[in-house]
């Protein structure tokens, strides 16, 4: 009965589709699989090891189902039992998998390694994972240890050259790994909230929504327009910050004084507003399950209006002032070119695709957000070079200024917090996964609850898979773009301590 | 040569606009309203008593541990505030304490200025967390 | 004569973490830490000051004190945020931090997660025995 409601409220052709593909996958696998079932925007495929192989195959050479894009794995513990979920993704066809394999207790570290060398056949990207944490430092011709860049700073790289450029590169990402297994077992559900902001701090409204979001839908509950106004306005107002501290930071390794002081500036603007909302400046704890923590007044309502077109004139300013000058412009084109065919391969998203040259944002594919009903273009880049990458975060933030202004002529009256019992909520108990579009990709929850609380979270950023693509975009370039090259990629160290 | 007087313009502009910068010591950013500081027992503003009974509410809510409670009880069976310890080191700030207090009886100061050069002195006892936080505001 | 001895003031901020876009926020001109000389530089060897914040696991600890023992003497240390000075937010269990406590002397403490810009000038300035007026 609830599930009938449930489907009614949230019926769209998305679902359907998905529920089709799910019934064409069962009827062709049939005996090689133990279900399959939909968790949010995915579907969940419970395999055996022996029989991976095969559901691979027939996965990604089956013409209907083209499954050519490898997202992510990782390790998930729920009571006793250790599973691993892998993330495939088909873009033709415009949906993705989640393969669950048990492994194991004895033999963790076995099963792993034959699980990556056999989905090595299929996938490039997993070379990543087979020699990750064994550094070939005894033969490289370079070794560059983590810098005080922001997003540069996780990392080691090691690099082979050829006089001036690179022929090969190696990341290792040792030093990030710094979290403990079950750090949210204990965890009461509003303290979660406040911690997720730390998994991308650049921009850290998104996790606190894509949690928020998931439980909701495990809660089944409709959150009031009005929150829903206040999120998207949040939102917008992080993209914005981000994007213009990636500019500061590319204009720090270019040298460029003057654009770095005057976007710096213009941070501390839009971190102003965000603060007159949450209270804080990096890790709001703003978002709650039913709607938001407090209501916007219309003092913060007038300010936004007063500093909108200070922000669009500022912004614009500080594009041309980069691309009034040519060397700098010499310098970004032709930098660390990411062509279309690899960029789907390796899974990446967010503004880094679309500066190849492919139209996919997840604000206009998904209709639980509000976004629909507003009016704004996706810009896209030809090339995918370095060029192509400032500029589509260029207009990304004018089209974001266009966002907000539309919000704010239409906020809507009415409640901004439905009341649920918060320390005790009962969840469908079921497993979810759930995708929100961040400034540096598709940000991913995958959590399995029952009754009363969550059993199992899983947390998987976009940076990861644009530090593995930077393995194979580095070589062929010159060693002095190497900096330039990976601060472009907008890595947020967050995301890379939480996979 | 039209680009020279553009240029002389925008420079003659520049000498007589306000600097960007807040000369830091001297002025001060207003901190806007909601902003969350340290933590700050409110007192009640007839009676001059501390409006918090030492329920204990905070400390099980804190994830870090970091507030101590204790309670005592007065004649007449009154229950009054004993002891109210705050470990700043440990705080994030997160403001879930204050949310959930359900005498309202505390709430986030603007003050911001922290830095000790011994780690004993994070810790603040009851009389300094009555204290209204100095300059609440200053303006610019 | 005491301004011409006490010219320059270099810190090198090490590791990741969410407190270190606050530091690097005091660079741009609406704070100016520049103003009182204070320098961010990316050599050990030029450092005065050591700022320590974020997370670390095993690796990272060694390689900072490796970096603290290149530095020249005087030489002191800065901890900034509650990850350095209580415990690893996300790895709650590890004694790393407080081991790394025990083993060097640190100097200012910073409460805040993360602390606001100012803050860390207020720090600064009073390392530096700026009277705050
Ligand atoms: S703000 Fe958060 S960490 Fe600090 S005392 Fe309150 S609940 Fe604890
Ligand atoms: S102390 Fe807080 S803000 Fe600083 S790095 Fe740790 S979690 Fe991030």
Redesign the pocket.
Same mark, same amino acid.
């Given at each position: 009965m609830a599930d009938n409601i449930y489907n009614k409220i949230y019926s769209s052709s998305r679902t359907v589709f998905l529920e089709e593909i799910g019934e064409k996958l069962k009827s062709i696998l049939k005996d090689k699989i133990e279900y399959i079932r939909r968790a949010g925007l995915d579907l969940l495929i419970l395999v055996s090891k022996n029989n991976l192989y095969q559901v691979i195959k027939e996965l990604k050479d089956n013409p209907d189902f083209k499954v050519n894009s490898f997202q992510s794995i990782a390790a998930l513990t729920n009571g006793k039992k250790i599973y691993l979920i892998i993330n495939l993704k088909s873009f033709d066809n415009d949906f993705s998998v989640l393969l669950k394999i048990e492994i194991s207790q004895r033999e963790i570290e076995g099963d792993y390694r034959e699980i990556i060398e056999m989905l090595a056949k299929f996938y490039r990207a997993v070379k990543f994972y087979k020699h990750s944490g064994r550094l070939i430092s005894d033969r490289c011709d370079i070794k560059i240890l983590p810098r005080s860049i922001e997003g540069l700073d996780c990392f080691d790289l090691d690099i082979l050259v050829d006089n001036d450029l690179i022929r090969e590169a190696y990341v290792s990402i040792e030093i990030a790994r710094i979290i403990g297994d079950d750090y949210y077992k204990d965890l009461k559900l509003y303290n979660l909230i406040a911690y997720i902001s730390?998994f991308d701090?650049k921009a850290g409204i998104f996790p606190e929504v894509c949690l928020c979001e998931a439980l909701e839908e495990l809660l089944q509950l409709k959150v009031t327009e009005r929150a829903q106004h206040i999120r998207m306005l949040l939102c917008e107002l992080y993209r914005i910050s981000n994007h213009i501290y990636f500019i500061s930071n590319i204009c720090n390794i270019l040298q460029h004084d003057i654009a770095y002081n005057l976007s710096l500036l213009e941070r501390e603007r839009v971190l102003r507003i965000i603060e007159s909302i949450t209270g804080s400046r990096?890790?709001p704890n703003f978002i709650r399950i039913g709607g938001v923590k407090k209501d916007i007044s219309e003092e913060i309502m007038v300010s936004i209006r007063k500093s909108l077109p200070v922000l669009f004139r500022n912004i614009r300013r500080i594009e041309k002032i980069m691309t009034g000058d040519f060397l700098l412009i010499e310098r970004l084109r032709g930098a660390g070119i990411i062509s279309k065919e690899i960029a789907l391969e390796y899974g990446v998203s967010g503004p880094n695709l679309r500066a190849s040259g492919i139209r996919h944002d997840l604000r206009k594919v998904k209709d639980s957000f509000l976004y629909k009903d507003l009016s704004f273009t996706i810009p896209v880049g030809k090339s995918g070079d370095c060029l192509d990458r400032i500029s589509v975060r260029f207009n990304e933030m004018l089209q974001s200024l266009r966002i907000i202004n539309q919000i704010i002529n239409k906020f809507p009256e009415g409640d901004f917090i439905k009341k649920i019992n918060v320390s005790h909520p009962e969840f469908k108990s079921s497993e979810i996964s759930y995708g929100i579009e961040c400034p540096h990709g598709l940000f991913k929850i995958y959590l399995e609850a029952d009754k009363n609380n969550i059993n199992s979270l899983l947390v998987k950023g976009p940076s990861f898979n644009s530090l593995i693509l930077s393995e194979e975009i580095l070589a062929g370039n010159k060693i002095e773009d190497v900096d330039l090259i990976l601060a472009s990629l907008d890595i947020s160290p967050g995301e890379i301590i939480s996979s | 040569m039209l680009r020279l007087i553009k240029n002389f313009f925008i420079v003659f502009g520049n000498i007589f606009r306000k600097p960007h910068t807040i000369i830091y010591p001297r002025e001060r950013i207003i901190i806007p309203d909601g902003s969350r500081g340290v933590l700050h027992l409110k007192v009640d503003p007839d009676s001059l008593e501390i409006i918090c009974k030492g329920c204990g509410l905070c400390k099980i809510i804190c994830s870090q541990g970091c507030i101590t409670v204790q309670k005592r009880a007065e004649d007449k069976g009154r229950e009054v505030l004993d002891e109210f310890c705050l470990d700043l080191s440990k705080c994030?700030f997160c403001g879930n304490c204050v949310e959930f207090c359900k005498m309202n009886a505390i709430d986030m100061s603007y003050k911001y200025q922290l830095a000790e050069f011994d780690k004993k002195n994070l810790k603040l006892e009851k009389t300094e967390l009555v204290k209204p936080s100095g300059t609440i505001r200053d303006f610019w | 004569m005491s301004f011409l001895i006490k010219s320059n003031f270099n810190i090198l901020v090490t590791g990741f $973490?969410?407190?270190k876009q606050e530091i690097f926020a005091t660079q741009c001109s609406l704070y100016d830490i520049q103003r009182f000389g204070v320098n961010f530089v990316s050599v050990p060897e030029d450092a005065d000051i050591l700022v320590v914040? $974020?997370?670390y696991n095993k690796k990272g600890i060694i390689r900072i004190l490796n970096i603290y023992d290149r530095m020249k003497n005087p030489k002191g240390i800065i901890a900034v945020?509650?990850?350095v000075l209580n415990e690893n937010?996300f790895n709650p269990g590890s004694e790393l931090v407080s081991q790394f406590r025990n083993r060097v002397i640190i100097n200012m403490h910073i409460p805040g997660?993360?602390p606001r810009p100012e803050a860390f000038i207020y720090a600064i300035l009073k390392f530096l025995g700026i009277s705050m007026q």
């Open positions: 730390r701090w990096i890790v | 994030i | $973490g969410c407190c914040q $974020g997370f945020g509650s990850c937010l997660c993360p």
